[in-house]
């Protein structure tokens, strides 16, 4: 997956929403709020609507602060990306949500263990691209490694591995 821009607050809505199926995060670069408090590199962990309006977004600050916010107290939010987990430059949300995807890989693992269905290996290398190159290695998953591009992301891996 390339990085993607993000328009509008249904784009992240839809990537929140949809978090197992599409994978990532979405990052800003900033996010400036009318008080004049600005924060860098925040990802967003949630949106709440009520009536199909928009009322609060919640976001981990690159302090690891998790703040949530009215939508109205929002003056600018700029360069919104939907990335990869390992693309991510908030290492807080990074870290947070690598931990929580690595303890999901391995719950996959073992609940489908000695079966290789087609989804099963659908999800594993969609959770290993979200991942990263490196940290699978680093946590004992070097078997899922079969080639990493320049930028640390899985094209594929093997099914010979702790798997089966």
Known sequence: MKKMSVHALKDI?????NKRKVGGAIEAKSIRLRSGEEFLY???TSLEQTRGVYQ????????????IVNVDEIAIMKDL???????????????????????YLQRLCEVNEGCLSSPFKREVEGLACDIGAKTLEKHGYSDFVV????????VSFTQKSMLA
């Open 147 to 154: 080639y990493a591009d320049s930028t640390e992301n899985i």
């Open 42 to 44: 925040p990802v967003f």
């Open 13 to 17: 809505n839809t990537v929140l929403m």
């Open 81 to 103: 990306e939907h990335k990869l987990i390992c693309q991510l430059e908030n290492t807080h949300a990074k870290t947070y949500l690598l931990t929580d995807t690595l303890n």
């Open 56 to 67: 609060s977004i919640g976001f981990m600050t690159s302090e690891g602060e998790r703040l």
